[in-house]
């Protein structure tokens, strides 16, 4: 019998367990460790950062820099209504209306034309998405809104990837990252908060810990620590930490697996996807993206949905992605407003993810795209 093609594989790719090992023996495993710290640093020179800090997971980074925004009555963030539940719950959590705005077709990213319509007096902040690690128009939406609201970048998918040079995650006030195990670099669970503005980084410290200013005892700044602000316990364990270094120090070897994967869809689906209407990923003019998945577009939903079925049936693990989150339950309950997204309900029901790892070979590529076009032939 044929092995499945997973739609994801986690890998060891280099000293992960050797560092998991160092930091048991070392005998810090809580939070702010020593790998905690090579691994914040790593992060704050890729990033020219004023600093980064480290979470269990992206969720916490958004929720931290939600709690940073210091919502006042009526506040409201723009959200892309494309993307997951978190880049919208971590802002309704804390208080903040959810005005959710449609997306271009070409990039996946937030709409900059949608943004111009949405943003008002309430709007505190506008939620930038890289969708598959590839840059939204960020120049675009900072044209529009023209600094009467922060600009904070979800860049779960696009660690290393740059716009124009920059590297995706420098654009806004914050950034996020996620080292869940589907990214492209993991430790099982994890995240980070980018902080570009030094006058963030004092209280994001005191938030990250727990609502104290311990950081600046540590820094001999006061003689003890005690209760400041509000936050919580969003520090990731030296474990996790220790893995995650493993990975980045690999992230070169990685990149060029992940883009040599990416590079073999694109090239074999190129013509054959011409013919039968398939949209395939767009990369912003000017930027390097983060090889994080490869989605198509199919022209008919009830296709997508019989091409998933079988090419599951056939051991090949693709999957669909986000459903639309301004008609979802918890969209409606915390809207601030009802926004129509058209492009988000049209690429919801049309895309297919195909499966996207670094243990992927050629022959796995070769595999998954002839499946996918034979099952073309048989709807189209």
Same mark, same amino acid.
């Not at 950081?215 to 602000?229: H, N, T």
């Not at 767009?282 to 079925?309: C, E, K, M, N, W």
């Not at 988000?344 to 050629?362: A, Q, W, Y």
């Given at each position: 019998?044929?092995e499945?093609? @997973?739609?994801?594989?986690?890998?060891?790719?280099? @000293?992960?367990?050797d560092?998991?090992?160092?930091?048991?023996?070392?005998?810090?495993?809580?939070?702010?460790?020593?790998?905690s710290?090579q691994?914040?640093?790593l992060?704050c020179?890729?990033?020219?950062?004023?600093?980064?800090l #480290?979470?269990?997971s992206c969720?916490d980074?958004?929720?931290?820099s939600?709690?940073? #925004?210091?919502?006042r009555p009526?506040?409201?963030?723009?959200?892309?209504?494309f993307?997951?539940?978190?880049?919208?719950?971590?802002?309704?959590?804390? &208080?903040?209306?959810?005005?959710f705005?449609?997306?271009e077709?070409?990039?996946l990213?937030?709409?900059?034309?949608?943004?111009?319509? #949405?943003?008002?007096d /309430?709007?505190?902040?506008?939620?930038v $998405?890289?969708?598959?690690?590839?840059?939204?128009?960020?120049?675009?939406?900072?044209?529009?809104?023209?600094?009467? !609201?922060?600009?904070?970048?979800?860049n !779960?998918?696009?660690?290393?990837a740059t716009?124009?040079?920059?590297?995706?995650? /420098?654009?806004g @006030?914050?950034?996020t990252?996620?080292?869940?195990?589907?990214?492209?670099?993991?430790? &099982?669970?994890?995240g980070?908060?980018?902080?570009?503005?030094?006058?963030?980084?004092?209280?994001?410290?005191?938030l990250?810990?727990?609502? /104290?200013?311990?950081?600046a005892?540590? #820094? &001999?700044? $006061?003689?003890?620590?005690?209760?400041?602000?509000?936050?919580?316990?969003f520090?990731l364990?030296?474990?996790?930490?220790?893995y995650?270094?493993?990975?980045?120090?690999a992230?070169?070897?990685?990149?060029r697996k992940?883009?040599?994967?990416f590079?073999?869809?694109?090239?074999r689906?190129?013509?054959?996807?011409?013919?039968?209407?398939l /949209?395939l990923?767009? %990369?912003?003019a000017?930027s $390097?993206?983060?090889?994080?998945l490869?989605?198509?577009l199919l022209?008919?939903?009830?296709i997508?949905?019989r091409v998933?079925?079988e090419?599951?049936?056939?051991g090949?693990?693709a999957?669909?992605?986000? %459903?639309?989150?301004?008609?979802?339950?918890?969209?409606?309950?915390? !809207? !601030?407003?009802q926004?129509?997204?058209?492009?988000t309900?049209s690429?919801?029901?049309?895309?297919?993810?195909?499966?996207?790892h670094?243990?992927?070979e050629?022959?796995?590529?070769?595999r998954?795209v002839?499946?996918?076009?034979?099952?073309?032939g048989?709807?189209?």
């Amino acid at each position: 019998m044929t092995e499945p093609i @997973r739609f994801n594989h986690p890998s060891i790719e280099g @000293r992960e367990l050797d560092y998991i090992a160092q930091a048991v023996e070392h005998g810090h495993t809580s939070s702010s460790g020593p790998f905690s710290k090579q691994v914040s640093d790593l992060l704050c020179d890729a990033h020219g950062a004023a600093d980064v800090l #480290l979470t269990t997971s992206c969720t916490d980074a958004l929720e931290m820099s939600a709690l940073l #925004l210091d919502r006042r009555p009526g506040d409201t963030v723009i959200v892309p209504s494309f993307t997951f539940v978190s880049t919208a719950l971590a802002f309704a959590r804390e &208080g903040f209306g959810i005005v959710f705005a449609d997306i271009e077709e070409h990039t996946l990213g937030i709409d900059p034309d949608h943004v111009a319509a #949405l943003v008002d007096d /309430t709007t505190r902040a506008i939620l930038v $998405v890289h969708y598959g690690g590839i840059a939204a128009d960020v120049d675009a939406v900072l044209g529009h809104v023209g600094g009467r !609201a922060d600009l904070i970048e979800d860049n !779960a998918h696009g660690l290393f990837a740059t716009h124009r040079g920059k590297p995706l995650g /420098t654009f806004g @006030r914050f950034a996020t990252l996620s080292f869940h195990e589907t990214k492209n670099f993991v430790c &099982g669970e994890g995240g980070a908060l980018i902080v570009n503005e030094e006058s963030d980084v004092a209280r994001a410290h005191v938030l990250h810990d727990k609502g /104290t200013n311990r950081r600046a005892f540590m #820094l &001999g700044e $006061v003689d003890k620590y005690s209760w400041q602000d509000t936050g919580s316990s969003f520090g990731l364990s030296e474990i996790n930490a220790a893995y995650l270094l493993g990975q980045l120090e690999a992230r070169e070897r990685i990149t060029r697996k992940r883009k040599a994967v990416f590079d073999a869809y694109l090239e074999r689906l190129e013509a054959p996807g011409a013919a039968y209407g398939l /949209t395939l990923p767009s %990369v912003t003019a000017g930027s $390097v993206p983060g090889y994080h998945l490869f989605h198509v577009l199919l022209p008919d939903p009830q296709i997508r949905d019989r091409v998933l079925v079988e090419m599951r049936d056939r051991g090949v693990q693709a999957t669909f992605h986000y %459903v639309p989150l301004h008609s979802s339950p918890g969209g409606r309950r915390f !809207a !601030a407003r009802q926004t129509e997204c058209p492009v988000t309900e049209s690429v919801s029901r049309r895309l297919i993810r195909l499966p996207f790892h670094n243990r992927m070979e050629i022959g796995d590529v070769d595999r998954v795209v002839d499946t996918l076009l034979e099952l073309l032939g048989e709807y189209t």
